[in-house]
Nanobody
């Protein structure tokens, strides 16, 4: 069963924008914590952003604060990552993740399910 499917990645120039989408087929979507992580070649998987089940709390890694926004539309079983003012250092494969409600939203191991990833490449 495919439970999380990301889309929206691509090639963009520095300073540009992309919006990533993740569609969930999980019956628990409306209670899941949703997160975005990224992994660049030779780097460990890195937390990017997360959002609670009702969107009441969001959290971001420092390097994307003010540039990225995570949102969700529970009626569409979809979580989004709006990425503005993109930099070459944002280049990575971006993964959507889902897990039960947690106080450790920035921790990789808090999430039980992962999408296949979507590639984001930012050129200078």
């Amino acid at each position: 069963q495919v439970q999380l499917v990301e889309s929206g990645g691509g090639l963009v120039q520095a300073g540009g924008s992309l919006r990533l989408s993740c569609v969930s087929s999980r019956r628990t979507f409306n209670t899941d914590t949703m997160g975005w992580f990224r992994q660049a070649p030779g780097k460990e998987r890195e937390f990017v952003a997360a959002i609670t089940w009702n969107g009441g709390i969001t959290t971001y890694t420092d390097s994307v604060k003010g540039r990225f926004t995570i949102t969700r539309d529970n009626a569409k079983n979809t979580v989004y990552l709006q990425m503005n003012s993109l930099k070459p250092e944002d280049t990575a494969n971006y993964y959507c993740a889902a897990g039960p409600p947690t106080s450790r939203m920035q921790m990789t191991h808090a999430y039980n399910y992962w999408g296949q990833g979507t590639q984001v490449t930012v050129s200078s």
